[in-house]
């Protein structure tokens, strides 16, 4: 069955460098999403993409925060500049069909982030 | 704005025992609403989902939830609880009419289950 890939599964950082996140999408799929889930709280939506631009983004997802598609099955979260508070695991989801769809997104078994 | 509430943080059900997860919304139109399990260290697994039609709905592992628009709740149900079913629950709904809106997730239910 398609699955949704992330890697790195852990990566640790110093405060203030670049990480890039990466996420392989189920094949076909048309939508793409970053949450998030800092330890011991909940899940929190970041951003949505579909049709290579940001549809949604949330509070959290600012400028420090980018995603790219780059090469039609990748789908990228570059934080520029990591904080302490960025420590989190980091969920890719992908969702198959057009909006009138009554599908669910697929989620990737997450990214930890550790940001020293 | 919509919201999801899972009142109870942590639960301890034995083994074979009944389980029941709550899980209240807040949205004004028809909701989407899903729950998923995460096990330690994994991602988030869909258990099931409901849409619209029969406010009873199956998943998988042996669990069902219904809603109730008058209450506004989506609980979660199994009647014989597994060892392998200690995990963290999900509570989800959808911010819009469409799967593929951005998902609302409850704080979660940590289950542990005795043997």
């Known amino acids: 069955e398609p699955e949704v890939t992330q890697t790195p599964s852990h990566q640790v950082t110093q405060m203030g460098q670049e990480v890039i996140l990466r996420c392989v999408p189920i094949?076909?799929?048309?939508?793409f999403y970053w949450y998030r889930q800092i330890l011991g709280q909940k899940v929190e939506f970041l951003v949505s993409?579909?049709?290579?631009?940001?549809?949604?983004k949330s509070e959290i997802f600012d400028d420090q925060f980018s995603v790219e598609r780059p090469d039609g099955s990748n789908f990228t979260l570059k934080i520029r500049s990591t904080k302490l508070e960025d420590s989190a695991m980091y969920f890719c989801?992908?969702?198959?069909?057009?909006?009138?769809?009554?599908?669910?997104?697929?989620f990737g078994p997450g990214t930890r982030l550790l940001v020293l | 704005a919509q919201s999801v509430t899972q009142p109870d943080i942590h639960i301890t059900v034995s083994e074979g025992a009944s389980l029941e997860l709550r899980c209240n919304y807040s949205?004004?139109?028809?909701?989407?609403l899903f729950w998923y399990v995460q096990s330690p260290g994994q991602g988030l697994q869909l258990l099931l989902k409901?849409?619209?039609?029969?406010?009873l709905v199956q998943g998988i592992k042996g669990f069902e939830a219904e809603f109730k628009r008058s209450q506004s709740s989506f609980n979660l149900r199994k009647p014989s609880v597994h060892w392998s079913d200690a995990a963290e629950y999900f509570c989800?709904?959808?911010?819009?009419?469409?799967?593929?809106?951005?998902?609302?997730f409850g704080a979660g239910t940590r289950l542990a289950v005795h043997p």
């Open positions: 989801a992908s969702y198959p069909g057009l909006a009138g769809d009554q599908e669910t997104q697929y």
């Open positions: 949205y004004g139109a028809t909701p989407y």
């Open positions: 993409f579909y049709n290579n631009e940001i549809s949604e």
């Open positions: 409901y849409f619209s039609g029969d406010t």
């Open positions: 989800a709904v959808g911010a819009g009419s469409g799967g593929y809106n951005k998902l609302i």
């Open positions: 094949s076909n799929h048309l939508y």
